[in-house]
């Protein structure tokens, strides 16, 4: 067997496959797979602070400038010569005063992470790294994923950017923000407006690829999620490699809160760490399937053993009341999300909690993320809206370092931005009143004005005084 392999994450089964095998799930059991690695042939660090130092890319190749593939060390499922990159990974860890004050954190001790700087805008990118170099290993000419927006627009930037892949995309009809429809559109994507929404779209692409022998990259694609673990390498590297207390991110397919916590508890199992943060998976609740089937229902990972009929009932039940995901955070509008397994083994291993917030306290949040500088679409501010409700409830100590994960560019949902800042609060709610929003409280407001010199100098002089 080679360095790398591909394993069942249910430990009962633990069958192995080979790293050329193209499996969405374990053949034998069907269950979520992992890439896992002989780790004691691995060529690992003495330090967690030589992670990264030292690109290992040909001279000249677009992977010299790859976040994602200068921590090869840890993903070394690909030699540098096959890896797939348009230059990702990056992206910042800032300090942010307000969001601080709007947690209600020490501001020397928060930190907010933002994956809005990859190329195509959103965190996808890291973990599309990982599936495109993994296709063009197998040899794929055409690929395919579901989604809300953000893995349709990072899979046809890279099958675009690498003049041999083409993108097929299945988009819930209705259900994707312009911002990222149009990255699809003008990367020159087959696009296909599924009627449905993205729990119908990701059960179609699944069934088509099966079909059709076409290569998915969803996250249900273990190589995708080794792209995704090198979020967690940034973030301790801009932390001087000391662990935080807290990473809280954004739910949805799960994929992220899935990876981050393989990523570390690598780290922490092969020596190169000391302890483990704790995790906190944010949902909002238009789509709150996390919260509810871990704090209402009781699933746990239970050593692998988890409870399928608790997710079965839980599913079933969501289908007899016609209960569709519904909440403007369109980039976590999911109800099935596909590494449900692998984020409840992340949440045991991090001693993790699950929750979810309205998407009046998710655009709320995004107001104050955006006050440092900072401007992410909705999904990522329910990192920032769970941290302070975690605050609230005494779960997150006021003293914890804390890092919140901002998912995708301000850009991606230019729509919810504009009518939080602009609209009066009647327009307000009649454009997303049926998602529980009715103010904006910390709005920017435009201020009309008269094309007149003296008119427009009065108002500065107001707005100067004002801030004073």
């Known amino acids: 067997m080679s360095l790398a392999f591909q394993k069942c994450i249910n430990p009962a089964c633990a069958a192995d496959y080979d790293i050329m095998q193209v499996l969405p799930k374990c053949p034998k059991c069907g269950n979520l797979l992992d890439v896992d690695y002989d780790w004691e042939k691995m060529a690992l660090p003495t330090r967690v602070s030589d992670l990264g130092k030292v690109p290992d890319w040909p001279s000249g190749g677009l992977g010299a400038v790859s976040g994602v593939w200068r921590f090869g060390a840890m993903l070394p499922f690909a030699a540098p010569e096959q890896r797939a990159s348009i230059g990702e990974g990056h992206t910042q860890l800032r300090r942010s005063p307000r969001a601080a004050s709007y947690a209600g954190v020490k501001s020397e001790n928060f930190r907010l992470q933002y994956e809005g700087l990859n190329p195509s805008g959103s965190f996808k990118d890291n973990g599309m790294a990982g599936a495109l170099t993994h296709a063009g290993m197998v040899g794929a000419s055409v690929a395919a994923c579901a989604s809300t927006g953000n893995t349709s627009a990072s899979l046809a930037a890279f099958a675009s950017a690498s003049g041999r892949m083409r993108a097929i995309i299945f988009i819930g009809d209705g259900k994707i923000a312009y911002g990222k429809l149009s990255q699809a559109l003008d990367y020159g994507a087959v696009t296909l407006l599924v009627k449905g929404d993205f729990d119908d779209a990701m059960a179609r692409v699944q069934e088509v690829c099966a079909e059709e022998g076409i290569y998915l990259v969803n996250s249900v694609n273990p190589f995708r999620l080794e792209g995704q673990k090198t979020t967690m390498y940034r973030v301790l590297e801009g932390l001087d490699w000391q662990v935080p207390d807290w990473i809280v991110c954004p739910g949805g397919n799960l994929g992220n809160s899935s990876s981050f916590g393989k990523a570390l508890y690598e780290l922490y199992d092969h020596g190169l760490i000391k302890k483990l943060p704790r995790l906190a998976v944010v949902n909002s609740s238009g789509a709150p399937t996390l919260s509810r089937i871990v704090n209402d229902k009781g699933l746990k990972w239970n050593g692998g053993a988890v409870d399928d009929g608790i997710i079965a009932d839980y599913y079933a039940g969501l289908d007899q ?20 397994k692998k984020c409840l083994r992340a949440l045991d291993r991090l001693n993790g909690v699950a929750l979810d917030v309205s998407d009046q306290a998710i655009l709320d949040a995004k107001a104050w993320v955006a006050r440092d500088g900072l401007g992410c679409e909705p999904a990522s501010a329910a990192s920032l809206a769970g941290a302070r409700q975690l605050v609230e409830k005494g779960v997150i100590d006021k003293d914890s370092t804390v890092v919140c994960i901002l998912t995708g560019h301000q850009l991606k949902d230019p729509h919810a931005t504009v009518a ?49």
């Open 420 to 468: 939080y800042h602009s609209y009066d609060e009647a327009r307000l709610q009649a454009d997303y009143g049926e998602f529980g929003v009715r103010t904006s409280q910390y709005a920017n407001h435009p201020i009309p004005v008269a094309n007149s010199l003296g008119d427009i100098v009065d108002v500065i002089r107001r707005v100067r005084s004002d801030q004073k």
């Open 321 to 340: 009341r016609g209960e569709k995901a519904h909440t403007l955070a369109s980039a976590i509008e999911i109800n099935r999300p596909v590494n449900l």
